[in-house]
């Protein structure tokens, strides 16, 4: 299929999105990605074949993973030379398996100056090669439990911008193969 999508279409920048958030496979069980690391890793190996790009979803802040275990994903990502990211921040909605554990106290949601360190850390790391395509992202208001500074999208950016340009912090700035 992607074959002939590329070859149907060759004046068309094709790329495909996949759905990694986390390389941990614990994690990756318990918020039920579906498959596991190997497959994702074919997935880039297939595409890269046949050239077409691909960008690769992470989200920070997921259940149990430390800052550490974040920077293994990008380190990881590093050496897939995905054509792109997008950053994503973990939003637990109402009426989910998710907000129920949250609710119970399993896991706490990411405080906006958690958040903020983290992606400056995952843009410190990450290849000035990969292209950033989101840091954060609103969840819909109706069902957002938290974290709910995330509704303020432009102060994240905003904020963010601001600390990377006061600590002097650029992609790629910790970046190494």
Known sequence: LLTKLKDEYPDKFLWIELG??????????YIRRG??????QKACTDLNAIKIPFIVHTILGLPGETDGQVLQTMQYLNCIAPFGIKLQLLHVLKDTDL???????????????HYLDLV???????????????????GPKNLLIAPT???????????LHHRMKEQGIRQGDLYEI
């Open 149 to 159: 500074w995330s509704l303020g999208k432009r102060k994240v950016l905003n904020t």
């Open 35 to 40: 498959y596991p690391l190997s497959c994702f």
């Open 120 to 138: 400056i850390s995952c843009l410190a790391h990450l290849s000035p090669d990969i292209v950033i395509h989101r840091v954060t992202g609103d």
């Open 99 to 113: 907000a129920e554990d949250y609710q119970r106290g399993i896991f706490e949601a990411l405080t906006l100056d």
């Open 20 to 29: 990694l958030q986390t390389i941990h496979e614990g994690t990756a069980r």
